[in-house]
């Protein structure tokens, strides 16, 4: 069975500071992989995914994120954070055909001055 | 753009009342969610649907029902609210295929006293 793990729930940075948020999956192959972001209030909006191929995936927003497969991990990260990117994120795994997505329980981020 | 529409941002309902959810998306597309969404445990599917009058129970489907009458629309309903249905309710949609992204309606918080 797939699952997804976000060992973060919350994390503060400083504007300006680089960003990396943590995501393990567990899965037996190569899963599709997404980051959603959900500002207050708001639904989620997909960041970026990955399916195959270049594992360095650029998103929206100036995120990109890396998938290692040795690590099984799908780590976000942004250079420069910008007090609008405080939100949650989560990450999400599938593992194809009529699976349903698996989300992990999300990193919550505040960006201080 | 992909648009999807929750009939409420906000819901107050009592104890043993029937709530009924709405959610469209105008973008034709075959998949359906409903996801409740609570603070630590992330999204958690309830019922989603792959067309008109199917559905197929997701992690937590005790409570609730769902209809899909027409391809636009996913209805969740509450056939006698309890307190711990007290939550924020997604509605995502996703087009056939293997794309897997979904998208997202801004959310209901149903309170439930």
């Known amino acids: 069975a797939q699952s997804v793990t976000q060992p973060d729930i919350h994390i503060t940075v400083s504007e300006g500071a680089s960003l990396e948020l943590r995501c393990n999956y567990s899965y037996g192959a190569t899963p599709y992989l997404f980051w959603y972001v959900q500002s207050p209030g708001q639904g989620l909006q997909l960041l970026l995914k990955y399916f195959s191929g270049d594992t360095l995936v650029q998103g929206i927003k100036g995120f990109e994120a890396e998938f290692k497969r040795s690590q099984s991990s799908f780590n976000l990260r942004k250079p420069s954070v910008h007090w609008s990117d405080a939100a949650e994120y989560f990450c999400?795994?599938?593992?194809?055909?009529?699976?349903?997505?698996?989300f992990g329980t999300g990193t919550k981020l505040q960006v201080i001055p | 753009d992909v648009k999807v529409t929750q009939s409420s941002r906000y819901l107050v309902k009592r104890t043993g009342e029937k709530v009924f959810l709405e959610c469209v998306q105008d973008m034709d597309h075959e998949n359906m969610f409903w996801y409740r969404q609570d603070p630590g445990l992330g999204l958690r599917l309830i019922y989603f649907?792959?067309?008109?009058?199917?559905?197929e129970k997701g992690d937590i489907p005790e409570g609730y029902s769902v209809s899909r009458e027409k391809k636009e629309r996913f209805s969740l309903i509450l056939e006698s609210a309890s307190t711990n249905q007290t939550s924020m309710y997604l509605c995502?949609?996703?087009?056939?295929?293997?794309?897997?992204?979904?998208?997202f309606g801004p959310g209901t918080r149903l309170t439930v006293t």
């Open positions: 649907s792959y067309d008109v009058k199917m559905k």
């Open positions: 999400a795994v599938n593992s194809g055909g009529y699976q349903k997505v698996t």
């Open positions: 995502a949609s996703e087009p056939t295929g293997y794309s897997y992204e979904q998208y």
